[in-house]
């Protein structure tokens, strides 16, 4: 290749180093190949497109004289068994009288742009420098050959193109205005684009820097995924021309993602790479030294198996098999086998290996799990890792697995054991919403994981104290009478374990006092009378109602005329007539119970031969209620004190 100056405008650069090697078969296409130059294979149909020097014209290349330096287009293709073909020039006028070559075909395969010497001869700098032209397939022929692309110039050389899949984007060489400037001061090849725009291709855009060097970037590709492949002497490689990756941004400017390493890239010149079928085979081009090689440039097809697999690692909890999130991980492949990897890494693994999501691992890195606990890394089947997992409150773990042991089952798990943090939680019970200490409160400490129970009782100031494991969940109860009993978890306080001291404030809702009103007699009567016994058993009723594991006695009382023994008898017939009202009013009897004090429980000085007034009597002449038991939290039942009532008498 290095003699077409013309056409490849090649320049020449040694640099030491060699990159990534990967598990990859190079073939020499040797039924197709010849002693001349064979190059810039392009796959259509079932062989290949390729540009070659073996012709036989009568004419040879001016500026080195020598016969068959000129290139015209071939076809070869192979048979149902997979044997190529004699190669077969390209029907029609594609090619001309100069150099024709280097093609790229529209995604119908019905349209070709290609590389020609200018038609319009030499340019002012007595040079005939190329062009980009297009031309149309009519059977087997090929036709209209001579339309120039709008972007052409006498004064630059326009060359190499490369169409997207879709053929909406065109990739190409030129040392167009606006290339980088080389040694001398002068536009170097660079790699161009240009989008077709309502049937036009746009005025063309440069690169950028990422890609372009100031020396030569020719012979790109575009692959069926959008992925850039060029060949290059100003980046960093083996020498001469090496190929490189690139992938495209938002805008017009593409990102270098490196050189694709050997066995793909030697000291000689290597170009148009042209990876298929996710890049497990292709083609490239090459004047490397090998036994096999038949002359300047070979065409070559390999096939690649990748040096890098696919791993999960999840981080757990040793006890629980929690997966941790955000679990720090630290990941070293150790000694690598080829150390250049360091430069560029695997650049192909990265274009088409992996899941998504994955992170290479060609050199130390530190990453944080997912909320699943994992991190998905690629990796190298023939390295062994150090690897080590840490998270707070948790003891690390570190581990030396190999490639291997990573990929044995679909997820590697590393589990933590959690580190004891112990700490001491003071509980405090306060009345809400004064925030006055609640002393004497029983306090019931539950840890949630172990199922252990602590009870405790609060001192005079609502005070309690106890040790407790800073990794697990507590469940914390406080309850006093009359009291609403609460319960709070202590993450619901996000306490701080680390100083060794947590304090949890519990509060209890006050009670809710529920008075529980007398029931009043007529005198030597025991008849509920309407005027204020009725509306007050009915409002015990209701109270019943609403809280139904009340259970009440009615306690039946009178004044203190009349015989003991009958005042016993009368008090008897108080109660049970308070009970059977509210039974009528739908309460169960079980609920209900009685005793009678006669005249033994006055609540003031009316007794026997003291003369008082009636309003007095009136308060003796009773059926006091009293709540004897119940289940509802937060409610105090009081017994009215009726000392201090007014109560209008039937006596005046």
């Not at 020097?53 to 330096?69: A, I, M, V």
Request: aromatic share 8%; with cysteine; glycine share 8%.
């Amino acid at each position: 290749m290095k003699n077409m100056k013309p056409l490849l405008l090649l320049l020449s650069l040694a640099l030491c180093g060699s990159l990534w090697s990967q598990d990859v078969e190079i073939k020499n296409i040797s039924e197709i190949n010849t002693e001349e130059l064979d190059f810039s294979p392009v796959p259509v149909g079932n062989g290949l497109m390729y540009t070659s020097s073996k012709n036989d014209r009568f004419l040879t290349c001016p500026s080195y004289g020598e016969k068959g330096s000129y290139v015209d287009l071939y076809y070869a293709e192979k048979n149902a068994e997979g044997i190529w073909q004699e190669p077969k020039v390209l029907k029609g006028k594609v090619n001309g009288k100069y150099n024709d070559g280097v093609p790229s075909f529209s995604p119908t395969g019905e349209k070709m742009i290609f590389t020609r010497n200018n038609l319009n001869g030499k340019n002012a700098a007595n040079v005939i420098d190329l062009k980009l032209y297009t031309g149309d397939r009519q059977g087997d022929d090929w036709v209209n050959v001579t339309t120039p692309l709008p972007f052409n110039s006498d004064d630059w050389s326009t060359a190499h193109p490369a169409l997207s899949s879709d053929g909406q984007l065109l990739i190409f060489a030129s040392n167009r205005p606006g290339s980088t400037l080389g040694l001398e001061g002068l536009p170097s090849m660079d790699l161009w684009g240009s989008r077709l725009e309502n049937g036009v291709w746009s005025i063309p855009f440069n690169l950028g820097p990422d890609v372009n060097t100031g020396k030569s970037e020719l012979f790109p590709y575009l692959d069926d995924q959008g992925h850039l492949f060029f060949s290059s002497d100003g980046h960093p490689g083996e020498g001469g021309l090496d190929l490189f990756a690139a992938t495209a941004t938002d805008g017009d400017e593409w990102n270098l993602e490196g050189n694709i390493g050997t066995p793909f890239n030697t000291s000689s010149d290597d170009m148009h790479f042209v990876p298929l079928n996710g890049c497990t085979e292709g083609y490239l081009a090459s004047d490397r030294p090998d036994a096999d090689a038949k002359g300047n440039d070979d065409i070559y097809y390999w096939t690649r198996t990748s040096g890098f697999q696919d791993a999960v690692i999840q981080v757990v909890d040793k006890d629980t098999r929690e997966p941790i999130p955000l679990a720090d991980l630290s990941i070293d492949p150790g000694q690598l086998k080829n150390q250049s990897l360091v430069q560029y890494g695997p650049v192909l693994d990265k274009l088409f290996g992996g899941s998504e999501g994955t992170t290479m691992v060609v050199e130390p890195l530190k990453l944080q799990t997912d909320a699943e606990g994992k991190v998905k890394i690629r990796i190298s089947n023939a390295s062994a890792f150090a690897i080590a997992a840490s998270k707070t409150n948790y003891n690390p773990e570190s581990r030396n697995p190999s490639a291997a042991d990573l990929t044995a089952a679909p997820v590697y798990v590393i589990p933590l054991e959690k580190s004891i943090v112990l700490a001491r939680l003071t509980v405090k019970v306060i009345e809400d919403p004064s925030g006055i200490p609640i002393p004497l409160a029983d306090i019931k400490i539950v840890n949630k994981r172990t199922g252990e129970v602590v009870p405790l009782v609060g001192d005079g100031g609502g005070k309690a104290t106890t040790q407790i494991n800073c990794d697990d969940e507590y469940e914390i109860t406080a309850s006093k009478d009359p009291y609403y009993t609460n319960t709070v978890l202590l993450s619901d306080y996000k306490a701080d374990c680390s100083d060794g001291e947590v304090e949890v404030i519990v509060p209890l809702k006050s009670p809710l006092i529920v008075v529980l009103e007398p029931i009043f007699y007529d005198f030597d009567r025991y008849y509920i009378r309407s005027r204020d016994a009725k509306p007050t058993l009915d409002s015990l009723a209701a109270i019943m109602n609403m809280y139904p594991t009340l259970q009440i006695r009615m306690e039946g009382n009178t004044d203190s005329r009349g015989s003991s023994a009958y005042n016993v008898r009368l008090s008897t017939n108080r109660a049970n007539a308070a009970v059977k009202y509210m039974v009528r009013k739908g309460i169960a009897k079980e609920r209900l119970t009685t005793d009678h004090f006669g005249e033994d429980h006055l609540v003031n000085d009316c007794r026997d031969e003291v003369i008082c007034p009636e309003e007095d009597h009136q308060l003796n002449r009773r059926v006091d209620v009293v709540a004897v038991r119940h289940q509802e939290p937060g409610v105090k039942f009081v017994t009215r004190d009726v000392s201090e009532m007014n109560v209008e008498s039937d006596r005046k």
